[in-house]
């Protein structure tokens, strides 16, 4: 059992750098979360602020509902991994799996079994014996998993633990990594700035931005229900379309860009107001103007067409002169020529659009 | 008048390419090779290996005077085991004391942040570059006379008489800095994600710092104990001035070269020589392999070693060892030169003051102190430019073996003088040199050029081997990409790099020829270099003029010593 959670925390590092700010979330026992964000957003932090090493400014951490203010690092029972391991050189395999159960004084008949499960656990049996420098980087990786385990560890501290990894192998480790956290019944926190990895991984994923926790969802939340302008600018790609709202009900709005109106939902902006619509562009559908008239798109002049790989990117001026790139697929039949009229079409169910920044959507969104 | 002046100048560059092409033949270059091997073997292989031949040939002569001497029988033996065991001992006790104060005070200058911590890093070096003469007459002041401790006390007899404990005091004073060096590094380099690692599994800092920070200072710390046992070991000039009647092994080496007993010197030297080298032979062979056989983990007794009051406590012990055994002692010679500045602070008289004693008197010791000054000068510099032009080549090649067995073993052949004692190399090279071997010098001015050169060689090398190592080779694979030949490429891509290593070099052999004293002590004959002056002063008992010396002599070491500071960190922050 261990939920973690976090009340008003904020930590301010010298006189007033503010690394993070009112964070207060809660994480279940045995899920598994990923913190991602542009460089110091104060997810590295959260991890420091978990593992003991800083303590909070103002607020409190919580484990299994009790305050960690005066709980040493020794004592919290986290597993941190490190970027880079940290696996003790001039200790073999095994007694660096050891080192846990071993500092912490159990019998020796204790410490042998559960450096075995470890070791079973991550399949490094046949290795146990060799030291560190005639490893591999994926047999570092997980020897300080298998130390972890030892420890018998409930919470798993894991900051860029893939990020030392090459892009294959990493992709193997994504599954390996939560197929253990989940077969150990363990609550891991996985830093990362890789958002495919955080995705692909995470029960949900956490979205910071200057210190402060902007959204925390599942990887689907993200994608579809972005409740933030920052995350569906930051998770993925997305174009944000200028308008003003002509008609709000609860949930739909009607929203004028340039000469045309579309549909979409509605992240409560008032009639009347400026509004930013948020479009991943994966979700942006082009049609040839032939096809037929299509509800719901705005008309554009297709600047390129450029070829991606296992996608295109159709560069379009709208009519109100913002340019727009849709990601369609590679295998799209139709090949946009340049100074082609198209139309965009947009998805109702998944457009959000939100207040239009004050700042302006760039100062807005700056990292 | 220009163009022609241009003209001239293209020339000469002209000549100066080609003579560099020259010498970058492949054969000019194994024959650089071989004179740069050849000039080691000379000077510090050669006389140990002559010495070793020589008593191997004479064993019948060795044999009658150490073991059936006539009248005094093996007498002299005796006399070299009761010395060596003396000296074993001294240096035992010391190296553990090096070990207590050296090990906590290189972890508060790699660990902590405070202010003076530079202040206190050069204090720490310093008696390194201290001459061991002026240290041990300045230990003697303070511990062994009434004008230190024991004046504190107003007691009439110093506080320690010259001897065996006094013997081990001069000696920490100056090992220590060995320990303290050869780890402060290693401990600075430290990935803190280990020991973050390591907490985080639960460990308490006590644990942390003994299963995994210590480990991995392992080698550094037995290079730095058999550095400072060594020096301990083959220390003269300090132990000369403290050891009274309690003869330490370089000391006895010392004397009966002063009574010409050469073929029981050469015994003595022989059997140091051997111990010193077994010792740094054992270390290069078994440091990596040494493990600290304590697995088994006490987390409550040592959580409690981890507290802040222990912590605090140990810091503190360390510090305080520190300023009362090495740095008040060390620097009271100063303390001493101002007490008996125009008079004795005990009588009043004023012919007994330094003023009188160095200046006024009949025996005019400002002029000998002035030419012995001069002639220490005199010598460090040349044996600085020698060592200089012999050792950058052996520690580029060195840096660019590659061939792993033969650049560990002559690695280890280049740390011979380090820790052999001085007194014993001199000797070597007395006896290859001198009369009895080549016969190419008798004791002297260049004799005891050629005892410096030599048992300052690891000196200057050692730092040289690591700036070449620091040269990324990216440099010189595009300077002789761009058709340079290989000295050419050395002269404007290696040496602009190597700067600030040559210097430091320099500035190391220098203080060391300048404060040394076994080795001058067997080979000068008539000629007085400052360190064995002062030893003759305090023979004489006129120690105000000694503390004068000393005096002079702390002042320079301590200028070099910011001068080489200054000049490292210089070079670490480019």
């Known amino acids: 059992m261990s939920e973690i959670r976090f009340e008003d925390v904020t930590k301010i590092f010298g006189k007033s750098v503010e690394a993070v700010k009112d964070l207060s979330f809660i994480i279940e026992d045995g899920e598994y979360v990923s913190l991602i964000g542009p460089s110091g957003c104060g997810k590295t932090t959260v991890l ?320 | 008048m220009v163009s022609e002046q241009r003209d001239v100048e293209v020339k000469m560059r ?161 090992t220590f800095p060995y320990v303290t060096r050869s780890i402060k590094g290693i401990i600075t380099d430290l990935d803190l994600n280990l020991e973050k690692a390591g907490k985080t599994l639960g460990a308490s800092p006590f644990t942390i710092a003994r299963m995994i920070s210590l480990p991995m200072v392992k080698e550094g710390l037995l290079a730095g104990t058999v550095l400072a046992f060594t020096r301990s070991l083959g220390e003269t000039g300090a132990t000369l001035i403290v050891s009274g009647v309690y003869q330490t092994a370089p000391v006895v080496i010392v004397s009966w070269m002063k009574g010409l007993k050469i073929p029981t010197t050469a015994f003595l030297a022989l059997i140091l020589i051997l111990i010193s080298l077994t010792l740094l032979a054992l270390v290069r062979l078994f440091a990596r392999k040494v493990g600290l056989p304590w697995g088994k983990v006490f987390p409550k007794f040592e959580r409690k070693l981890s507290s802040k009051k222990v912590t605090r406590t140990r810091d503190g012990m360390a510090l305080f060892l520190f300023f009362i055994f090495v740095f008040i002692p060390a620097l009271f010679v100063i303390i001493y030169l101002f007490q008996w500045w125009g008079k004795s602070p005990f009588s009043g008289d004023p012919t007994a003051g330094m003023i009188y004693q160095v200046f006024q008197a009949p025996d005019q010791k400002i002029g000998e102190i002035l030419h012995a000054l001069g002639t220490s000068l005199e010598i460090a510099l040349i044996v600085t430019l020698i060592n200089l032009v012999i050792a950058t080549p052996m520690a580029l090649m060195v840096s660019k073996m590659k061939k792993k067995k033969v650049k560990g073993f002559l690695d280890l052949l280049i740390d011979i003088p380090l820790v052999i004692p001085s007194s014993a190399l001199g000797f070597s090279i007395f006896f290859l040199w001198g009369s009895n071997g080549m016969h190419l010098l008798s004791p002297g001015f260049f004799m005891i050029i050629i005892a410096h050169v030599s048992f300052s060689y690891s000196y200057c090398v050692r730092p040289l081997i690591g700036s070449f190592d620091a040269i990324p080779t990216m440099y010189d694979e595009a300077a002789t990409a761009f058709g340079a030949s290989k000295f050419t490429a050395f002269r404007k891509v290696t040496l602009p790099f190597l700067k600030s290593g040559l210097i430091a070099a320099a500035i190391m052999t220098f203080t060391r020829s300048m404060s040394e004293t076994g080795a001058t002590i067997i080979t000068m004959g008539t000629e007085r270099t400052i360190p064995v002056l002062l030893v003759d002063f305090f023979e004489a008992s006129t120690f105000p003029a000694a503390a004068f010396a000393a005096t002079i002599l702390i002042i320079i070491s301590f200028a070099m010593l910011l001068l080489l500071r200054r000049i490292t960190r210089r070079a670490k922050n480019e």
């Open chain 1, 48 to 367: 420091r602020l978990l593992a003991g090493t800083i303590l909070p400014t103002k607020g409190q951490i919580f484990f299994n509902g009790q305050p960690m203010e005066n709980v040493r690092i020794q004592d919290r029972n986290i597993g941190f991994v490190f970027q880079h391991f940290a696996i003790f050189p001039h200790m073999t395999v095994r007694e660096n799996i050891a080192y846990g159960p071993t500092v912490r004084g159990r019998s020796k008949k204790e410490i042998e079994s559960l450096v075995e499960t470890a070791l079973k656990s991550v399949r490094l049996g046949d290795k146990a014996e060799l030291y560190p420098d005639s490893l591999s980087a994926p047999d570092w990786q997980k020897t300080a998993l298998a130390r972890v385990l030892a420890s018998e560890a409930k919470v798993l501290l894991l900051d860029e633990p893939l990020g030392a990894l090459d892009q294959k192998i990493r992709e193997e480790f994504q599954l390996f990594l939560r197929d253990l956290v989940k077969r150990e019944k363990l609550t891991a926190i996985h830093v990362t700035h890789d958002q495919a990895e955080a995705l692909t991984i995470s029960d949900r994923v956490a979205v910071m931005n200057k210190g402060r926790l902007i959204q925390l969802g599942t990887p689907t939340d993200l994608i579809y229900h972005p409740n933030h302008l920052f995350t569906s600018f930051f998770v993925g790609e997305s174009d944000f379309l200028e308008g003003v709202v002509i008609d709000d009900t609860k949930k739909e709005a009607e929203v004028r860009i340039g000469q045309s109106i579309i549909k979409v939902k509605n992240m409560g902006v008032k009639k009347g107001k400026r509004a930013a619509v948020a479009v991943r562009r994966e979700f942006f559908q082009v049609e040839q103007i032939s096809t037929k008239d299509l509800s719901n798109s705005l008309p554009g002049i297709v600047i390129e067409d450029q070829f991606l790989g296992l996608l295109r990117r159709v560069r379009i001026k709208l009519e109100n002169q913002q340019i727009i790139e849709a990601k369609i697929h590679a295998k799209h039949p139709i090949h946009f020529k340049e100074n082609e009229n198209v139309r965009v079409n947009i998805e109702p169910s998944i457009t959000r659009c939100f207040d239009y920044p004050k700042e302006g959507i760039a100062s807005a969104l700056e990292m």
């Open chain 2, 14 to 174: 002209r000549t100066l390419l080609k003579a560099e092409k020259w010498l970058s033949k492949n054969t000019v270059l194994s024959f650089g090779t071989i004179i740069t091997v050849l000039i080691f073997v000379l000077i510090v292989l050669g006389p140990i290996l002559y010495l070793l031949l020589q008593i191997l040939i004479n064993w019948k002569e060795i044999n009658t005077t150490v073991f059936n001497d006539p009248i005094l029988g093996n007498e002299a033996f005796l006399m070299m085991m009761r010395s060596i065991g003396l000296s074993l001992q001294v240096a035992a006790v010391v190296t553990v004391f090096d070990i207590i104060v050296g090990v906590p005070i290189a972890w508060i200058l790699a660990r902590y942040e405070f202010r003076g911590k530079n202040i206190l890093d050069t204090l720490v070096d310093m008696p390194m570059a201290v001459p061991t003469s002026a240290l041990g007459f300045s230990i003697y002041l303070f511990w062994g006379t009434n004008n230190g401790l024991s004046r504190l006390f107003n007691s009439q007899v110093g506080f320690v008489s010259q001897g065996t404990l006094l013997i081990i005091l001069a000696h920490v004073a100056f």
